[in-house]
């Protein structure tokens, strides 16, 4: 049994986000961390190997600089990594991008008892659109929004999380995942763990390693194979400061209510 976990390197928007005159993300000046909700993928994958000593190997579409961010989660716990990376998959939307990261997945190979994982989410396109789109085009069933999971055998029990509730349903592997932070605590790397990390496998997968798949040709890769087209994007401009009150006198009350009232909010 092996579990494929599909990790994405994205800008920390929690610092300052840089934006280039033409609208786009300056991701070059921008500090990057792994994708949040990847994080528990990751760490489901790890609990799973814990329990069951079955490999954990990640996979992520990115610049060469990604190498660090694999490095990371080998020295979590995971096993191998594979760095899918060539100019042609540049400027990929996410149609583009899960075309190439199911023939990452289909040239690693999913058997009998595999699982895909992948975040719910991620934090720069925010799209939720990866992970379903390569189980469509690997052909596997998918269960998204996964706060909690137990394995037996070929089964998976998930509980799933519903805008007001849970569902519980039974999966059968393989199948694809995506996770949420209810799922659990990712782990630190360990001191062993940074040690190990770099002799473990990695593999680059460029356009040569993909091209033979029938998911990848030029039509469905990079920009050119993008169907979506970003017509404009803008900074929204920055809020004026708000006005603090304290609540503690009557007088602050109805201020507050007469603005609420002039807004015709109550
Ligand atoms: C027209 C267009 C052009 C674009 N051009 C570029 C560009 O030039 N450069 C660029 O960086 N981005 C570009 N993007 C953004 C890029 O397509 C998305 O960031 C990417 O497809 C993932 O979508 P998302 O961020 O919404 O991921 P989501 O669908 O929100 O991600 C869900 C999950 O899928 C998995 N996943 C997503 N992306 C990856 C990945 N790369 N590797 C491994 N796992 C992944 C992760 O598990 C993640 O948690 C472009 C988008 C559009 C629409």
């Known amino acids: 049994m092996k579990i494929i976990v599909c990790v994405k390197q994205v800008p920390d928007t929690s610092g300052k986000v840089a934006v280039n005159p033409d609208g786009t993300l300056d991701r070059a000046s921008m500090q990057t961390i792994i994708n949040p909700d990847d994080l528990n993928a990751v760490e489901a994958a790890l609990q799973l190997k814990d329990e069951t000593g079955c490999e954990v190997k990640i996979v992520t579409m990115g610049p060469p600089p990604a190498e660090g961010m694999l490095r990371e989660i080998l020295a979590m ?5 594979v760095l899918v990376s060539a100019r042609e998959f540049g400027g990929s939307d996410t149609y583009a991008t899960s075309q190439i990261i199911a023939a990452a997945v289909n040239r690693i190979g999913v058997e009998k008892d595999d699982i895909v994982m992948c975040g719910r989410q991620a934090i720069d396109g925010d799209t939720a659109q990866v992970g379903p789109q390569i189980a469509e085009k690997l052909h596997l069933p998918q269960v998204t929004y996964v706060a909690e999971l137990h394995k037996t055998g ?21 199948c694809l995942l995506t996770c949420i932070k209810e799922l659990n605590a990712p782990r630190y790397m360990s001191v062993g763990g940074v040690f190990e990390a770099y002799s473990k496998p990695m593999d680059v997968f460029d356009y040569n390693a993909l091209k033979d798949d029938p998911l990848i040709d030029a039509t469905t890769i990079g920009l050119k194979g993008s169907p979506t087209n970003i017509l404009t994007s803008f900074t929204p401009p920055a809020k004026g400061a708000g006005v603090m009150m304290d609540g503690a006198e009557k007088a602050d009350c109805d201020k507050l ?4 009232a002039a807004k015709h909010i109550i």
């Open 77 to 81: 716990g995971a096993d191998s990594a």
């Open 154 to 174: 070929n089964d998976i029990t998930v509980k799933r999380m519903l805008e007001d509730g849970y569902m519980t349903i039974k999966v059968k592997t393989p």
């Open 257 to 260: 209510a007469g603005m609420l």
